[in-house]
């Protein structure tokens, strides 16, 4: 057990900042840093790190706490091993007094499998490098592939002997148990499951080993060249990556990871000096190991063998990441090459140089082959077309997706009208596609409630479910359990950033939204009139329509801040209090231009937009009902005080801010009152006072709001 001053010590040490940044990509934003939350699936950064208060927060799913619970709850570790973790990783020597056997008996079964598999990995290495049989035959061949010793035991090499239950005597030996070793797939009918084969280690990302897989060496022989433990309680093959934990820090830095298909190509990648290499172990990519990856890196290089099979892996693999929003390039090897034969052939410089030479984007990679593979073959040539824009129409972001159509016009030899139709029906027909898959989803869960209360056997999915872009976001935690006293939005905690009443821009960053926006006949008949409106989305609807005519125009001329920079950013903190999902979405695209471009967009750009929706709510905001006509000007010698409503865009926007961020403060002080009351009810004190203390807050913003709009305010 671990005493409480180096529990204190390790609490004292740890930064958020680095503990998170071993698992996260983080970017820093003002006093904040931003990353993809790695507790849910989403596109935009939502996930939030405060140095200053040493905690972490995801304002998406509502995931938050401090280093040890950011550990406990992403690798599933007691509160003792993640305390240890980060001892490990600050070098702090821990006081520890003895642990009984009850504790040991105690601990969550979960920690027993991995002690299970951490001495399987160890008796694997003792197979390897200390009897007769392991030097002869595992690791000849491992020095055969020019295989290094600190490599070896970097990746957990070792070997299965001929024997068949050496492991299996071994282990419960040394006091572990049988029902263990099967649950993990080491053991089946009281014999080794691995036997007379070279072993190769599958880490989790924190380097705990959660599973193995053996190559057979014998030639000729009626049995799978290579064998992999089942899935059990800490191994799920569609989130890991083999290799990721060695090359996360290679990856992180280098921006780019590279995918290869083997365990051997991975380590001898590796031991060249390319360290940003996993390996999807000869199966499809999956939509979790595709999350995986985006935490660590937008850009993944494919590298595949240069036969047949390899060129159809690439294509099978790619639309989870696209779907993930990540940019693929793939390197096909020359044919009969593996990513560590042709690199022995060629010599580390040279393969390198060969990698940055042939690196291609995936999109017109595929394109060009099937067109190339179809010929003058009509029908071919218009299922390689229909192919390419299936997986064209997988590309998320639309100025990207705008990017490739312009290119794929001249390719495909389509107008681009024709090719934004197709690519429209293709984005379609996914998202029924996807529609369907939720509704089948959500039957099944309703026969296993079913069976559930008849006793009977529940319906089992076909495998481990995953999510994917058609599952629902998980459900926004109770504000009252928040680790940031119970604040939805980072601005209203500490009130520096941004401040409302002096129109500071804000940091933080716009919510993580949904990708398939409600489609209903009187949505897309209208942008406007015959919209149903509720709540604040009449507000929502000014700042589109402020967006759409006035964002390109100059908001500050010192900073060259655009209109729609300054308004993007100053709601973005306010997003997941949006009542109308377009006006929201519209919002979250104006932001990603913005960030990239440094100014608003045009008019234009929305008329021309690739969502409809879009094109539709610039043909309505665009009209102009009422106009001041020069006549007045000359004929009656009008001077106006100020500048006309349709040039004085940046006071207009001031004003519109403040008047939007006064109704949602205005919701929120509604919504707070309610919960005092229910803790009062309750008679939770402490809540009670987080919550008056919370309103005494929102009331200070209301009133520096009011200030700036010259009205009076009035509080309880």
């Excluded at 990513?339 to 291609?360: C, H, I, N």
């Excluded at 459900?475 to 409302?500: F, H, I, R, V, Y």
Aim: net charge neutral.
């Amino acid at each position: 057990m671990i005493t409480d001053e180096s529990i204190q010590l390790v609490k004292d040490t740890a930064r958020v900042e680095d503990v998170v940044g071993d698992y996260v990509n983080l970017k820093r934003r003002g006093q904040n840093m931003l990353g993809l939350c790695p507790f849910h699936n989403e596109k935009t950064p939502s996930f939030n790190v405060n140095p200053a208060r040493n905690i972490y927060k995801c304002f998406g799913c509502g995931e938050g706490g401090d280093p040890i619970k950011f550990l406990m709850t992403l690798e599933q570790l007691s509160y003792p091993d993640a305390i240890r973790k980060i001892a490990a990783r600050y070098n702090i020597k821990l006081e520890e007094k003895e642990v009984s056997q009850e504790v040991r008996e105690e601990r969550q079964e979960k920690e027993a499998l991995i002690l299970v598999n951490e001495f399987a990995q160890q008796w694997f290495a003792d197979q390897l490098y200390n009897t007769d049989e392991g030097k002869s035959i595992a690791l000849s061949y491992f020095k055969s592939r020019g295989f290094r010793r600190e490599v070896m035991d970097k990746f957990g090499l070792g070997y299965a002997p001929n024997a068949r239950n050496g492991l299996l005597k071994a282990a419960v030996a040394a006091g572990y148990k049988e029902e263990q070793l099967d649950k993990l797939g080491l053991t089946r009918n009281k014999k080794d499951f691995f036997w007379d084969r070279v072993m190769f280690t599958i880490h989790n990302l924190s380097g705990k080993p959660i599973a193995f897989a053996g190559r057979i060496l014998k030639k000729d022989v009626k049995a799978p060249k290579y064998v992999n433990s089942p899935e059990s309680e800490i191994y799920y093959k569609s989130e890991v990556l083999y290799g990721l934990h060695q090359a996360r820090q290679s990856v992180r830095k280098l921006d780019n990871v590279y995918m290869v298909e083997g365990y051997t190509d991975v380590i001898s990648l590796h031991q060249n000096g390319i360290e940003n290499v996993v390996a999807t172990s000869g199966t499809s990519l999956t939509p979790g190991q595709a999350r995986l990856v985006k935490r660590q890196t937008e850009n993944v290089t494919l590298l595949y063998d240069g036969d047949k099979a390899g060129i159809k892996a690439a294509l099978r693999g790619v639309d989870v990441l696209l779907l993930e929003g990540l940019n693929v390039r793939v390197v096909i090897l020359p044919d009969g090459e593996d990513p560590d034969s042709y690199m022995q052939q060629v010599g580390t410089t040279a393969f390198q140089e060969f990698l940055e030479k042939k690196r291609r984007d995936f999109l017109f990679f595929k394109a060009d082959l099937l067109l190339e593979e179809a010929g003058d073959d009509v029908a071919a040539r218009s299922d390689a077309i229909r192919s390419s824009i299936a997986t064209l129409a997988l590309v998320e972001d639309p100025l990207k997706r705008a990017g490739y159509l312009q290119q794929f016009t001249g390719r495909l030899g389509l107008e681009e009208s024709l090719l934004v139709n197709l690519v429209n029906q293709a984005i379609a027909d996914r998202r029924v596609q996807a529609q369907k898959e939720m509704e089948r989803e959500e039957r099944r869960r309703e026969r296993n409630a079913r069976a559930e209360r008849q006793q009977l056997p529940p319906v089992r999915p076909q495998r481990p479910p995953t999510p994917t872009e058609s599952t629902p976001p998980p459900p926004k935690a109770d504000p009252t359990d928040d680790e940031w006293a119970g604040l939805q939005e980072p601005s209203w905690d500490g009130m520096e950033e941004p401040s409302w009443g002096g129109m500071d821009v804000a940091e933080m960053p716009p919510p993580d939204l949904p990708d398939v926006l409600p489609e209903r006949e009187e949505d897309t008949a209208s942008a406007g009139g015959d919209l149903l409106m509720s709540g604040h989305s009449y507000l929502e609807r000014d700042l589109a329509k402020l967006l759409i005519n006035h964002g390109s125009k100059i908001y500050e001329k010192e900073k060259n801040q655009s209109i729609a920079a300054f308004l993007t950013a100053n709601v973005a903190d306010v997003l997941n209090d949006f009542d109308n999902d377009r006006f929201k979405k519209l919002v979250v695209l104006v932001t990603d231009y913005v960030g990239q471009h440094k100014n608003g967009p045009a008019p234009e750009w929305y008329l021309n937009h690739p969502e409809e929706y879009v094109r539709i709510l610039a043909q309505e905001f665009m009209k102009t009902a009422h106009t001041l006509s020069p006549n007045w000007k000359d004929k009656y010698g009008l001077r106006l005080s100020q500048k006309p409503p349709e040039e004085n865009h940046k006071l207009a926007a001031e004003i519109f801010l403040r008047i939007l961020r006064m109704a949602k403060v205005d919701r929120k002080l509604r919504e707070n009152t309610r919960k005092i009351a229910d803790f009062q009810r309750q008679g939770d004190e402490a809540n009670i006072i987080r919550h008056i203390r919370l309103q005494d807050k929102l009331n200070q913003i209301k009133k520096e709001l009011a200030a700036g709009l010259g009205t009076v305010v009035i509080t309880k």
